[in-house]
């Protein structure tokens, strides 16, 4: 995803949990105040991307690895692929 995407969401994200009732954000109108959290929400989508691309290559690694790989894209390789992906988030998250 590209950061003009991310910031775009992030921005969002921002604007949308402020007007979550019973969420309460100090000075959300000081720019300071916006731009710090909006940074923060940044670096964590920014994150969650790294890992979802790690994942992914550790999931191909494995698939690729069987005796008989499915064709990717077919629907055996998109239930492996499910299955695998899933244990590797519980493994690595520690589900």
């Known amino acids: 995803m590209s950061r ?9 994200i921002l604007t949308d949990l ?9 000075q959300i109108a000081d720019e300071k105040v ?4 909006r940074t923060e929400i940044f ?3 920014e994150d969650e ?3 979802e691309e790690t994942v992914d290559q550790e999931v ?3 698939l690729g690895s069987y005796s008989r ?4 894209g077919s629907a055996e390789w998109e239930v492996l692929y499910n ?4 244990e590797v988030y519980k493994r690595r998250l520690r589900l």
């Open 4 to 12: 003009e995407r991310l910031f775009g969401l992030a921005e969002r």
């Open 18 to 26: 402020a007007a979550v009732e019973g969420v309460v954000i100090r």
């Open 34 to 37: 916006r731009t710090h959290l």
């Open 43 to 45: 670096r964590v989508l």
């Open 49 to 51: 991307g790294r890992l």
């Open 60 to 62: 191909r690694k494995t």
């Open 69 to 72: 790989p499915a064709p990717e």
């Open 83 to 86: 299955k695998t992906r899933d």
